[in-house]
């Protein structure tokens, strides 16, 4: 419920920043109509504070109505206006995995792009499983502002009441949802690394303590159910070609002056086009068991006989072995390469769920209990300093 109370001065500020046109100005006083969705953008902008939202309990809800399985779709910030974007991969990766819990549901997957034009995106998303793209077309919605876009969702979440909402943890969700999370006054769940169906609730699975244990999480008070999910821990769907989804446009009124941040120059850095860790089909990582920068370098050179990239576990890159770009983990980076070769990783947890979705895993360990071989595919008993000289000296000969 939302209320203006005898505070209210007419100063007319919460207008123009309501996105659905929810706000008329009576007797100078502001009067929400039936279009708003308590997204709470008035309220952030009301100067002497006479605008409130009051929600209700959630153990007291009915969330009956509450319906879908939402993914919020990313888009590269890379292009200019009016150009298409490409769609995040973890978008597809997100879909495949919602796209299962749906049909456990019997509910519809829907996808949620906010653009400033859409460039056909219900084609790949449709053929990554979504039944329905809820479509926000406007031009402030060019570039991400936490600001607009949570407006935005909130006012979606709000009108439509998915069952639960799913977004990559990139920079840009594990900036979006929370804001969208704590003004709907529901959970988050964050990194997960599993989701199920149980009890017809989201069974939410994250590291935790360190990446000691892996805890199971429900939210029986909440809707929408919301996670941020990892990238690559998701396995990818094969497309099907042709399959496309519905198209729901949805209008919003945006004001700049939502925007509380403004950006002043924004550059991206793509490492001289060098391919990043988490995109590459194949990564060499290495260790504390390489002992030595020197020694792990040799990792570098049997990287680029084979066209890969090179890895590290956390141990490796606190001893300086290698940048802290390069580290595989949880505190690192989370890649499903289709190979990946470990070199004196001994396979701590919190490594092994930075890379147990890879396709093949072979690693050298001279431990022949190490943690790494219950994950490999293939496992080598040995000395990784015998092992990687001969390797590179046979790559070589071919």
């Known amino acids: 419920m939302i209320e203006v109370s005898k505070k209210c001065i007419g100063c007319t500020k919460c207008v123009p920043v309501c996105p659905f046109a929810a706000i008329n100005m009576i007797d100078k006083k502001a009067v929400m109509n039936e279009a708003c969705t308590l997204c709470g953008a008035c309220v952030q902008v009301c100067p002497v504070q006479a605008i409130t939202i009051t929600r209700e309990e959630a153990s007291a809800k009915d969330f009956s109505g509450y319906r879908g399985v939402w993914v919020y779709v990313q888009l590269d910030e890379a292009g200019e206006k009016g150009h298409a974007k490409k769609i995040k991969p973890v978008t597809f990766e997100l879909l495949s995995a919602g796209r299962r819990l749906a049909d456990e549901l019997k509910e519809d997957l829907c996808a949620v792009v906010l653009t400033d034009k859409n460039h056909g995106y219900e084609k790949d998303l449709g053929a990554y499983g979504a039944d329905k793209v809820y479509m926000v077309e406007h031009d402030e919605l060019f570039e991400y502002n936490t600001d607009i876009f949570s407006t935005v969702i909130v006012g979606l979440v709000n009108r439509h009441k998915p069952s639960a909402m799913l977004y990559g943890a990139t920079i840009q969700g594990r900036d979006l949802a929370p804001r969208v999370a ?38 029986p008070n909440s809707r929408p159910q919301m996670s941020t999910v990892r990238p690559n821990v ?165």
């Open 234 to 398: 998701m396995k990818m769907a094969e497309p099907v070609l042709g399959r496309t989804a519905v198209v729901v446009r949805e209008s919003a009124k945006l004001d700049k002056s939502l925007r509380r941040v403004k950006v002043l120059e924004r550059k991206l850095d793509h490492g001289a086009g060098a391919v990043k860790i988490e995109n590459a089909n194949i990564i060499v990582s290495g260790g504390r068991g390489m002992k030595t920068r020197e020694k792990f370098k040799q990792l570098e050179e049997l990287s680029k006989l084979l066209g890969g990239v090179v890895g590290a576990s956390r141990a490796a890159v606190d001893l300086g072995f290698k940048e802290k770009t390069h580290q595989v983990g949880q505190s690192g980076t989370t890649v499903s390469p289709k190979l990946y070769l470990s070199f004196g990783i001994s396979g701590a947890v919190q490594h092994i769920v930075g890379m147990k979705a890879s396709d093949v895993i072979i690693s050298v360990n001279k431990d022949p209990n190490a943690p790494i071989f219950n994950v490999a595919k293939y496992g080598i008993v040995g000395d990784a300093h015998e092992i990687v000289p001969k390797l590179i000296e046979a790559l070589r000969k071919n």
């Open 182 to 219: 704590s003004t709907l006054y529901v959970g988050l769940t964050a990194d997960c690394t599993a989701l199920a169906i149980k009890d017809g609730l989201l069974l939410q699975s994250r590291p935790a303590f360190g990446g000691n244990i892996m805890a199971d999480i429900l939210a």
